[in-house]
């Protein structure tokens, strides 16, 4: 839209919208005991459980169903 057209649409009452409109900032968690999370990760498994959860998750069947790791 060129700039006259730009002025006359905001004089003429229309809004515009900004980038920023619906912006949330970032929100950090509360902080927690490092001991007891690394707690609960070795309760649930370790890295291992994350990883197999990972490829579960990107791993689907192919279009033909076969899993990709069965080569």
């Known amino acids: 839209m060129p700039a006259a057209e ?6 003429s009452g229309q809004a515009i919208s900004t980038p920023f409109e619906h912006y949330r900032g970032w929100r950090g968690e509360s902080l927690q005991d490092w001991r007891k999370a690394n707690d609960r990760v070795g309760e ?3 890295w291992r459980t ?3 959860e990972s490829r579960q998750a990107a791993d689907g069947p192919d279009q033909n169903g076969s899993d990709h790791h069965a080569h």
């Not at 730009?6 to 004089?11: C, E, L, M, Y």
């Open 44 to 46: 649930i498994g370790g």
């Open 50 to 52: 994350y990883l197999r």
């Open 6 to 11: 730009a002025a006359d649409a905001v004089a």
